[in-house]
């Protein structure tokens, strides 16, 4: 009996200072936690149970989660730029204003959707639908209308963080985007076409896919840049850190959905809807949502310091297959090439060099840029991260490389050949064209390009994989080395190359 009464007592001990400690926990000021902290705090005391089992049934996950779904608009002012800016980069995923058509540019009016995440009035969306704007208000699901302030935003990431001056709102819970798998039953919830909240339901299609819209913002020119270039002849010149990895769905998804939720049939948020591919600027099956586990970081960042805090590794690379490997001359078909590195990046600091290939991260195998770049841009300077690399000399090695902040990623190869340009300023792989192609163009020789690399030369003239080069500085080309030794032939720094597009018709670049 004594040794239970001991028992008893020691429970009452704990039991009572745990009591204390949760009283003190509480006591601090609500917006100094973490929005994934305030968020396990209400959920906490707000369980919810929506299963997932059986039959698709996405009733109760509607009703959770479309009262936290809400209608932004925005007007501002026209701002001159040439080649449209971001906006317009969603302009064309989007179509807006239809047949090419644009709304005049003084003023302007645009809309999307958000995603409540506390009760207080924090809101994820877009950046493409915030960017710019003179006024942001926000219609929730009560019909009120209120303004929204910008806390934070990123065209990197596509993500802002914006906050309404309210209380007791309803809010959606953040889900795992990693445990999403491909097949997975998945709501898109937004206001689409300006139709009020709108439910539409798919699977999951595919993971980690770039789709380029990101970093096309790197080939874009402000109007003071387009009349630089027009005096000078030279394009500015941009990092690209643009992170794209985002969730396949073919739910559907139309102008409007922008910054809307993403969830599972648990009404867990796992993306924040951000483009559509379509030839018709409607939806034809091919949605795309930032993973919400990236966005977790980005939003705290945004909440802490107003802007993003990014580790980098410092190094440019080349996703490999086997066209990759076969042009590299290498043997290995899988994993990240290392192109170049920045001398006072983290990677040169831990040892990686040119040449090395990137094969795991936090161990699981790396297949293309976006298995890396989601999981670094989950980091912070100062955060570690394990690579196994494969060395030069065929062996591997765990590394652990602390990454740098923005400052340390400066490019290793800052100047080519004054006679000319290096082929990895082309951003394009390439290989020997087949006997077909040959046939087709009526060539006895050419290199096809087989991929492009968003924000580069190629990228930024239009031409697009399945090219054929047949001619760089008048010379003719049948590998990639061909092209590599023609370009440093160029006269007066101009670099002309010739090519047919793979619809047949040629065209010549000069730059």
Not at 430 to 438: I, L, N
């Amino acid at each position: 009996m004594k040794k239970i009464g001991l028992i008893a007592l020691a429970a009452s001990f704990i039991g009572g200072a745990a009591a204390i400690g949760a009283y003190k926990l509480l006591e601090r000021p609500n917006d100094s936690f973490t929005l994934a902290d305030r968020q396990k705090t209400m959920f906490a005391s707000n369980v919810t149970s929506i299963s997932s089992a059986g039959a698709p049934d996405f009733v109760q996950a509607a009703a959770a989660v479309s009262p936290a779904v809400v209608h932004i608009k925005t007007t501002y002012q026209g701002k001159s730029s040439r080649g449209g800016g971001m906006e317009d980069m969603f302009e064309q995923f989007f179509g807006f204003g239809g047949g090419g058509q644009r709304a005049p540019r003084q003023p302007q009016a645009a809309s999307g959707s958000g995603v409540i995440l506390t009760a207080d009035g924090y809101i994820v969306t877009n950046n493409h639908v915030v960017d710019k704007a003179d006024k942001i208000e926000v219609i929730l699901s009560n019909r009120h209308k209120v303004t929204a302030k910008v806390i934070g935003k990123d065209a990197n990431t596509d993500l802002a963080l914006i906050k309404v001056e309210a209380n007791d709102l309803p809010y959606v819970k953040m889900g795992n985007s990693d445990n999403v798998q491909v097949g997975e039953w998945v709501l898109a919830v937004g206001f689409p076409l300006d139709l009020q909240t709108t439910v539409t339901a798919g699977i999951v299609s595919a993971k980690a896919r770039n789709i380029g819209i990101l970093n096309r913002e790197n080939g874009m020119m402000t109007q003071e840049e387009y009349d630089d270039f027009r005096r000078t002849g030279q394009r500015p010149t941009r990092t690209n850190n643009s992170i794209e990895s985002f969730i396949q769905t073919d739910a559907a998804i139309n102008p409007g959905n922008s910054g809307g939720a993403l969830v599972n049939a648990n009404g867990e948020l796992v993306g924040i809807n951000a483009a559509i591919a379509s030839q018709s600027g409607r939806n034809e099956g091919y949605g795309f949502a930032i993973p919400v586990n990236l966005a977790k970081k980005i939003l705290e960042d945004f909440k802490k310091f107003g802007s993003v805090k990014r580790g980098y590794i410092g190094v440019s690379f080349r996703a490999l297959d086997a066209d990759v490997a076969e042009e590299l001359k290498i043997k290995e078909n899988t994993g990240l090439y290392v192109s170049d590195i920045s001398p006072n990046g983290a990677a040169a600091a831990a040892g990686i060099k040119e040449g090395d290939i990137i094969k795991k991260v936090e161990g699981t195998p790396i297949y293309d840029s976006p298995d890396l770049q989601e999981r670094i841009g989950r980091m912070s300077p100062g955060d570690k991260v394990a690579l196994t690399v494969l060395k030069a000399d065929g062996s591997t090695k765990n590394i652990n490389v602390t990454l740098k902040g923005e400052s340390s990623v400066l490019t290793a190869k800052a100047s080519e050949k004054a006679t000319g340009v290096g082929i990895s300023k082309l951003g394009a792989s390439f290989a020997p064209a087949t006997a077909a192609q040959k046939q087709k163009f009526g060539i006895n020789g050419g290199v096809a390009v087989t991929n492009i690399v968003a924000g580069q030369e190629f990228d930024y003239y239009g031409i697009v994989k399945g090219s054929i080069i047949y001619k760089v500085n008048g010379k003719e080309v049948n590998s990639a080395t061909d092209i590599e030794k023609a370009l440093t032939t160029s006269r007066d720094g101009r670099t002309t190359i010739s090519g047919f597009n793979p619809n047949g018709g040629t065209f010549v670049i000069q730059f």
